[in-house]
């Protein structure tokens, strides 16, 4: 109702709007002040952090290193024990063993956790929270290299939006089971590798819905059905397609990976 207030113009509903696809909302589920605010850092400026995923995977070994910890495979929380002052104290694993922790981070959907809370410790305003968590769509990302360093204007950082029409809350809406060309967005970036050369990154980020993978979701990394890799191959062949389009400067980028989500 806001974006109505101010504009009419629906390619500039669009250009305002356009960075809610970096949180999965439509404009006409979230209040524009809100949207506002979640995405005034990326109004303001772009950073990546040095060496990428690299630093965080360094990061973590180097204090695996210095502290003792334990680390164990295909074994879940499965239950918390003594909760006490709506804190759990210990967790029952899926093995049968028992750890006590000060704090324990979650990975798993927000509606799994109620199953491992005990159900006297679950108000039912906690659980209507819980309910409120919607699925949001995701990205299939294709990432690589490109022979030539960008033309910029502003920081380190580009971002560019490619759309395939004006109606954000359309294209944030699954729209068929089938991949189609949906909206994306496209980071390019110059860093240096850990040797200290040059290296001009390329990461493409398409619109995907769960529609489209749920009949994957039973399936595991690196084990699953073919009709996956054909899906990947479509979705693939079109980003690149675009991207070389309307951004020429991509032009013999080498990729390198592409998932869904």
Same mark, same amino acid.
């Given at each position: 109702?806001?974006?109505?207030?101010?504009?009419?113009?629906?390619?500039?509903?669009?250009?305002?709007?356009?960075?809610?696809?970096?949180? %999965?909302?439509? &404009?006409?589920?979230?209040?524009?002040?809100?949207?506002?605010?979640?995405?005034? %850092?990326?109004?303001?400026?772009?950073?990546?952090?040095?060496? %990428?995923?690299?630093?965080?995977? /360094?990061?973590?070994?180097?204090?695996?290193?210095?502290?003792?910890?334990?680390?164990?495979? #295909?074994?879940?929380?499965?239950?918390?024990?003594?909760?006490?002052?709506?804190?759990?104290?210990?967790?029952?694993?899926? /093995?049968?063993?028992?750890?006590?922790?000060?704090?324990?981070?979650?990975?798993?959907?927000?509606?799994?956790?109620?199953?491992?809370?005990?159900?006297?410790?679950?108000?039912?305003?906690?659980?209507?929270?819980?309910?409120?968590?919607?699925?949001?769509?995701?990205?299939?990302?294709?990432?690589?290299?490109?022979?030539? &360093?960008?033309?910029?204007?502003?920081?380190?950082?580009?971002?560019?939006?490619?759309?395939?029409?004006?109606?954000?809350?359309?294209?944030?809406?699954?729209?068929?089971?089938?991949?189609?060309?949906?909206?994306?967005?496209?980071?390019?970036?110059?860093?240096?590798?850990?040797? %200290?050369?040059?290296?001009?990154?390329?990461?493409?980020?398409?619109?995907?819905?769960?529609?489209?993978?749920?009949?994957?979701?039973?399936? #595991?990394?690196?084990?699953?059905?073919?009709?996956?890799?054909?899906?990947?191959?479509?979705?693939?062949?079109?980003?690149?397609?675009?991207?070389? /389009?309307?951004?020429?400067?991509?032009?013999?980028?080498?990729?390198?990976?592409?998932?869904?989500?």
């Amino acid at each position: 109702a806001v974006m109505d207030e101010c504009t009419h113009d629906q390619v500039l509903q669009c250009i305002l709007g356009g960075l809610c696809m970096c949180y %999965g909302a439509r &404009p006409d589920e979230v209040a524009f002040s809100t949207h506002c605010r979640v995405c005034f %850092g990326l109004q303001e400026s772009l950073a990546r952090t040095d060496h %990428g995923g690299d630093a965080f995977v /360094d990061a973590l070994v180097d204090v695996l290193k210095r502290e003792s910890v334990d680390i164990r495979t #295909r074994c879940t929380v499965d239950r918390c024990l003594e909760v006490e002052k709506k804190r759990v104290m210990r967790f029952g694993l899926s /093995d049968g063993s028992e750890v006590s922790a000060e704090n324990c981070i979650f990975t798993i959907h927000p509606h799994a956790i109620v199953s491992v809370l005990p159900r006297e410790n679950v108000s039912k305003a906690f659980l209507d929270r819980v309910a409120d968590f919607e699925t949001t769509p995701g990205f299939f990302t294709l990432y690589g290299t490109i022979p030539h &360093p960008i033309e910029r204007t502003g920081g380190a950082v580009t971002l560019s939006s490619i759309l395939p029409g004006t109606d954000l809350n359309k294209m944030l809406t699954c729209q068929s089971v089938e991949p189609v060309d949906g909206p994306m967005m496209v980071l390019r970036s110059s860093e240096k590798t850990n040797r %200290g050369e040059p290296v001009h990154t390329v990461t493409a980020l398409e619109i995907a819905f769960t529609e489209s993978t749920q009949g994957w979701f039973d399936t #595991r990394l690196k084990r699953r059905r073919p009709e996956y890799y054909a899906y990947k191959d479509q979705r693939t062949a079109s980003v690149v397609r675009r991207m070389h /389009d309307h951004l020429p400067e991509t032009g013999g980028a080498q990729e390198e990976l592409g998932g869904d989500h």
